[in-house]
């Protein structure tokens, strides 16, 4: 089984920033200074999802007002902790709305760029998205003094290789991953402990309309095939109804509690993947505790940035990929919108598009949209 482990020991061009204009101070209790690592203009990066790192957003929201004005990249985020009056102090960025980032954008005061979500290390690298400094949630260090990112990695692990100055929330409570997570103690400019669950995504039962959609859609995915679906209900229903297939891969950009039922039933092995084969490749965990759980040093999952799970050249290489998402809308002519309707940001380019064009590719491969035919207003 060829597993690439990934541990960046070299600090950034520049070298680090906390190493001879902050100076190192791992602080071992909850609470934390963020003057002495954050300069005024900074851009802060902060992991999304389940990677949440709730401890140092308070922080960020108590002491904004002493930073000089900051702007701050959010991903999806599902703890509502960012609210409108923030943006007092606070200039928020992202590629679209997932979660409760819809109030920000709502109020107007979310700036959005247009962008895929494999192409963020790409806005890193070119300033655009620049990570002065960048709050992660990691597991405590192993024996090798080595940290995890755990549930998260996608553009999280581009941005602390990147980064002069990587503040860390560690967190017992965050699954050992392996993969493209791993970071040394060394990397790491300050620590703040806090020990509370992960930030859960509940599964919900899936409609009457989801779980006929979902029969459908399984229909037309044969065995031997690699999958790549997004989070929400109809995922959920479409994974339900794979459960007589054989030999299933997964390369997706996230994976949620679906995928433990399936690899526990024997449906989900890996095992005619062309490329990392016998693993489940994943950018990102998003559901309960039942998965941190499942993941926890498990060998057979790998967590890879989004330079890799959606790299055209890599997903070029799985010859019967099937790409699984929805959209918002859809017109006579086939043009799908998943991102904005009546002037209004509910989603994202993130990564279906990468995904969709790769399936189409692909020898044996299909790109599938999934949506109901109305609205929930019944239009049509």
């Known amino acids: 089984m060829d597993l690439l482990l990934r541990c960046p020991a070299t600090p950034p061009p520049g070298g680090h920033r906390f190493a001879w204009q902050r100076g190192r101070d791992p602080m071992t209790g909850t ?4 003057t002495r690592y954050v300069k005024p203009g900074d851009t802060i990066i902060i992991g999304q999802g389940a990677g949440e790192p709730q401890a140092l957003v308070q922080a960020l929201i108590e002491q904004r007002h002493s930073l000089g004005g900051v702007r701050v990249y959010i991903g999806a985020s599902y703890t509502g902790a960012f609210r409108p009056e923030h943006a007092d102090a606070i200039e928020f960025i992202s590629i679209g709305v997932v979660g ?43 024996a090798e003094g080595v940290h995890s990112l755990g549930a998260v990695c ?16 560690i967190n017992p409570r965050v ?33 009457s309309e989801e779980d006929i959609i979902g029969r459908l859609v399984a229909s037309v995915v044969p065995d031997g095939a690699t999958i790549q679906f997004g989070i929400g209900t109809l995922p959920d229903a479409i994974l339900s109804h794979l459960g007589d297939k054989k ?10 509690d679906a995928v433990v039922d399936l690899v ?20 990102s965990l998003l559901g309960t505790e039942r998965l941190h759980e499942w993941v926890t ?10 330079e890799y799970t959606h790299n055209a050249g890599v997903l070029g290489r ?31 380019v993130g990564g279906q598009g990468s995904f969709a064009r790769a399936a189409c590719f692909a020898e044996q491969g299909r790109s599938i949209l999934a949506l109901p035919s109305t609205a929930k207003s019944g239009a049509t």
């Open 247 to 256: 030999d299933l891969g997964v390369h997706s950009g996230l994976i949620s």
């Open 297 to 306: 040093g498990n060998p057979s999952v790998v967590m890879r940035n989004v």
């Open 175 to 207: 699954p050992f991953t392996i993969g493209d997570v791993l970071v040394p103690s060394s990397r790491i400019a300050g620590f703040v402990h806090n020990d509370v669950p992960l930030v859960p995504v509940e599964r919900r039962t899936p409609s």
């Open 31 to 34: 609470q934390i200074d963020l």
């Open 264 to 283: 526990e039933r024997g449906v989900i092995t890996n095992a005619r993947k062309e490329i990392d084969r016998g693993l489940t490749v994943a950018g």
């Open 318 to 348: 799985l010859g019967s990929l099937h790409a699984i998402n929805s959209a918002i809308e859809i017109d006579l002519t086939g043009q799908i919108s998943a991102e904005v309707v009546g002037g209004r940001h509910l989603g994202l």
């Open 100 to 142: 409760r980032t819809a109030a920000l954008a709502d109020a107007g005061v979310l700036t959005i760029i247009p962008a895929h979500f494999g192409s963020l290390p790409m806005l890193m690298r070119r300033g655009v998205l620049r990570p002065d400094v960048v709050f992660a949630q990691m597991t405590p260090a192993n």
């Open 154 to 169: 996608d553009y999280l692990s581009n941005a602390v290789e990147m980064s002069p100055c990587v503040l860390a929330e």
